[in-house]
């Protein structure tokens, strides 16, 4: 017979409640035994009736697209975090809260 839940599944309360990963299944009793942390990173972990629980299908596939989604330091250049390049952008926004300065120029 094939367990219902596995180690490293996640799982939440029904009634809702953290992200909990289950780290013990015993399927005579029907208890799951689960650690997550807790708003304060303190590591929780308490024994469920495998009733109580639902799979949160969301953090696995959360997990998956994280591994397939990963940058290194080569896919950018130095020009690409120029964001600084065009000042005349910045004198028109200060005109526009007139907090620019009088044009000396004209006498």
């Known amino acids: 017979m094939e367990e219902l ?10 009634s809702g409640g953290p992200l ?7 399927e005579a009793s ?11 990173d303190d590591k929780c972990e308490s024994i ?18 994280d591994e397939d989604f990963e940058l290194d330091d080569a896919d ?14 910045d004198n028109e926004q200060d005109e526009i809260a007139g907090e620019s300065e009088p044009d000396k120029s004209i006498v």
Do not use: H, P
């Open 48 to 65: 469920f009736d495998q009733n109580v629980l639902i799979f949160d299908f969301d953090a696995d596939i959360d997990d998956d697209i």
């Open 20 to 26: 909990m990963t289950v780290s013990k299944y015993t």
């Open 76 to 89: 950018f250049d130095d020009e690409d975090l120029d964001f600084d390049d065009d000042d005349e952008d």
């Open 30 to 40: 029907k208890e799951v035994t689960c650690i997550w942390f807790n708003a304060l």
């Open 5 to 14: 839940f596995e180690i490293g599944d996640t799982v939440r309360l029904i």
